[in-house]
């Protein structure tokens, strides 16, 4: 499995600002996957990240709100544009196995909190 | 009806108890098919993939029936530390979007 480390680990933010999200990997993968989960909720996917081409976003998410980076194949940012108090989440990245299947490991999440 | 739907519990059972957890998924074309356990405040780990066939790796067996579109974990010999949350996870067409049930509780009490 890879290892992925997230940053921040927890933050708490005022309504109207924005935060970046960082996602790194340990080996280089193709393919990278946003996450949220709300309080209580499980996990919802935001979007799926490929290196040098747009993200692809699921229903509901748009690129306005969560503008994603891929600059390389060991990195990706979220970011949550303009948030919300509904936007309190754990906000989480994963990959597929670098030596393939479907399977997916997770980063240990961005806890975010807006007041 | 949701895509993937599971009891969420809380399944509240005393050491050594054998527990079952059941999930139904709505997309007959699904193709992979995972059980993943989440511990509060932390992320979802991998627990196994669920095969055809039925596999199973210690206390823990997981089947697939196809047929009926239903996944099942079984847990043998609870221990304490199995207290977590038990997602049941659809890939629906190998592109990588994992589709989460809304977890099952699982409490072993001593």
């Known amino acids: 499995s890879a290892v992925i480390s997230q940053k921040p680990s927890r933050d708490i933010c005022q309504r109207g600002t924005s935060l970046t999200i960082q996602c790194q990997v340990d080996?280089?993968?193709?393919?990278m996957f946003w996450y949220r989960q709300q309080p209580g909720q499980s996990l919802t996917l935001i979007a799926t990240?490929?290196?040098?081409?747009?993200?692809?976003?699921e229903s509901g998410f748009v690129i306005d709100k969560f503008p994603i980076s891929r600059p390389n194949l060991t990195f990706s940012t979220l970011t949550v544009s303009n948030m919300s108090p509904e936007d309190s989440s754990i906000y989480l990245c994963?990959?597929?196995?670098?030596?393939?299947?479907?399977?997916?490991?997770f980063g240990p999440g961005t806890r975010l909190t807006v007041l | 009806r949701k895509e993937v739907e599971q009891d969420p519990g809380p399944f509240n059972v005393p050491e050594g108890a054998t527990v079952a957890f059941n999930c139904t998924y709505s997309n007959s074309a699904s193709q992979s098919f995972f059980w993943y356990r989440q511990d509060c405040r932390k992320e979802p780990k991998l627990l196994m993939s669920v095969y055809s066939s039925g596999n199973e790796d210690g206390r823990f067996t997981a089947q697939l029936n196809r047929a009926s579109q239903y996944i099942s974990l079984l847990i043998r010999d609870s221990k304490l530390s199995d207290s977590a949350t038990y997602l049941c996870?659809?890939?629906?067409?190998?592109?990588?979007?994992?589709?989460f049930g809304q977890g099952t509780t699982l409490q072993v009490k001593p």
């Open positions: 080996s280089q993968v193709t393919m």
């Open positions: 990240a490929n290196q040098g081409s747009e993200a692809t976003y």
């Open positions: 994963s990959v597929e196995p670098p030596t393939g299947g479907y399977e997916q490991f």
């Open positions: 996870v659809v890939n629906e067409d190998n592109t990588g979007k994992l589709i």
